[in-house]
């Protein structure tokens, strides 16, 4: 976790910026960190987009550069995650099955390590805490969700706002977004085994028996 | 038929008739004078105040318009709007808590041999069943609760009871804890589903909620693996898609 103290990088710290076109990664997780630990500990709605521009060494109208609100700069890892869903789903195997597809793709995307973990544990909490993070953050899982839906519209010959592209891109983002919750319910293990199982839970439900039904003792007359 | 007379009671909740309608009276008879300036009979029913707070939502915007702007439309005095709604953020979700009681209820009445899955995509159909004359206010409360932002964080506790409901309901049926992951996920997935019928629905005048719930549901078991009879079409025609 960056130390807000020494994030105070002056501006030549930072990657130049090369004309137009997306910014490096780098400085949006940069100012991503700055931005989750002033969140923190000042809270959302204390601190300014100045405040956050001046603790990376920036000016108000570069940080827009790299992000167009305040809310935003949480959202760095999100977004990126996005794009790779979007680059794993396209370069995948087009054998494999669609709903395969779509389980491996999610699963891989969210192959975090203990970094982005604790990175992701305190975005979802802030977000728990503020009704404008939590707002903010929907509408980027809006992209997540239109990611998954143009993919299978694809691979199904319809058109991403058919009903049956959006069925299968809001239940597979249903899908993870509890295994995310379950995750940082208790927060034991890595986070990816935890996706997959929630995505095969799905399956695993049209399948269910009724507990009765299991718990039956063996059949009468033995 | 009586399943709709129940299901569109989210307009006219149980609590409506605790003696609560009594008390408004008496409360609004104290306002006389804002009442006969404003021209208009004084609401008194929790459907007729969520009515004239939706046409002011239309009119001004959900967040331009304040209690008061809504109690003064309904001439009640701002107390008396307080004790049908306990915020602006509620109205839009009407009786949603008792229907949602209700709904807890159905899931438990429902034969233990049915189909998890099946069990839910019926609760969740009559769920949201609503008699003609309700889908026009439906249809308000809706795009209300889908697409206004200021309402997202608020309705994220809307969410989150609905979905406990699927959940403890998955828990029972397969032995787990409501919290556990398949429960938790079901509840999860349920909603996105419902939320992607309520799309198609707001996008298309003429189509049916109840139906597309329905084929929502249906197509959710198709691009599972399937639960359903093969007959189902929503599920048949979803397999159909997937193995092309």
């Known amino acids: 976790m960056a130390d807000a103290g020494n994030t105070a990088a002056t501006e ?11 910014p490096p990664s780098t400085t949006r997780r940069h100012l991503q960190d700055i931005a989750i630990e002033m969140f923190s500990t000042q809270g959302y709605d204390e601190v300014t987009i100045e405040a956050l521009a001046a603790a990376a060494g920036i000016s108000r109208r570069t940080f827009f550069r790299y992000f167009s609100s305040k809310a935003d700069a949480l959202m760095a890892d999100f977004d990126e995650d996005v794009e ?12 494999l099955p669609l709903m395969d597809a779509i389980r491996t793709a999610v699963v891989e995307v969210n192959d975090y390590h203990a970094d982005d973990l604790d990175r992701l544990r305190q975005r979802l909490l802030l977000q728990h ?67 997959d199982d929630a995505l095969r839970a799905i ?17 009468a007359g033995l | 038929m009586p399943r709709l007379a129940v299901a569109c009671s989210w307009e006219r909740s149980a609590w409506l008739n605790c003696g609560r309608e009594g008390g408004e009276t008496v409360a609004a008879a104290a306002v006389p004078v804002a009442a006969s300036r404003a021209g208009r009979k ?32 309904a001439g009640i005095g701002r107390r008396t709007f ?48 609503f008699a003609p004359e309700q889908i026009p206010w439906h249809r308000r409360r809706m795009r209300l609760i889908l697409q206004t932002p200021a309402l997202q964080a608020h309705s994220t506790l809307r969410y989150a009871a609905w979905r406990q409901v699927i959940g403890e309901f998955v828990g ?46 249906r197509q ?15 599920a048949a025609d979803a397999k159909d898609a997937l193995s092309a």
């Not at chain 1, 929907?138 to 997540?144: D, R």
């Not at chain 2, 992607?196 to 996008?203: D, K, M, R, S, V």
């Not at chain 2, 693996?225 to 007959?231: R, V």
């Open chain 2, 172 to 217: 029972e049926r397969i032995g787990q804890c409501p919290d556990a992951l398949a429960p938790r996920t079901l509840g999860y997935v349920a909603l996105g589903v419902a939320v992607a019928a309520y799309e198609q629905w707001l996008e298309a005048d003429d189509a049916d909620l109840s139906d597309l719930m329905d084929s929502a549901m």
């Open chain 2, 82 to 129: 307080f004790r049908y709604f306990p915020s602006k953020n509620d109205v839009p979700w009407g009786s949603f808590e008792t229907e949602l009681e209700r709904m807890r209820l159905h899931l438990k009445a429902l034969p233990p041999q049915m189909p998890l899955m099946e069990a839910i995509r019926v609760a969740i159909v009559d769920f949201n069943t």
């Open chain 1, 12 to 22: 030549q710290d930072l990657p130049q910026q090369a004309g137009p076109g997306r």
């Open chain 1, 129 to 195: 805490s503020n009704p404008a993070l939590l707002a903010n953050g929907i509408l980027h899982y809006e992209e997540w969700q239109a990611v998954v839906a143009e993919f299978a519209a694809g691979r199904l010959g319809r058109q991403p706002g058919d009903l049956l592209p959006q069925v299968i891109a809001r239940s597979v983002f249903g899908a993870a977004y509890a295994g995310f919750m379950s995750w940082l319910a208790d927060e034991r293990g890595d986070l990816s085994p935890r996706l």
């Open chain 2, 42 to 73: 004084r609401v008194t029913s929790r459907a007729e105040l969520e009515h004239v707070a939706f046409d002011l939502f239309d009119r001004q915007g959900f967040e331009r318009t304040t209690v008061d702007d809504i109690a003064r439309a």
């Open chain 2, 220 to 234: 959710l078991a198709g691009a599972f693996g399937g639960g359903l009879a093969s007959a189902d079409s929503g």
């Open chain 1, 203 to 219: 399956p695993g439900a049209f399948q269910a028996q009724p507990v009765a039904a299991s718990r039956r003792g063996p059949p």
């Open chain 1, 84 to 95: 790779r869903l979007r680059a794993v789903l396209a370069g995948g195997n087009p054998d």
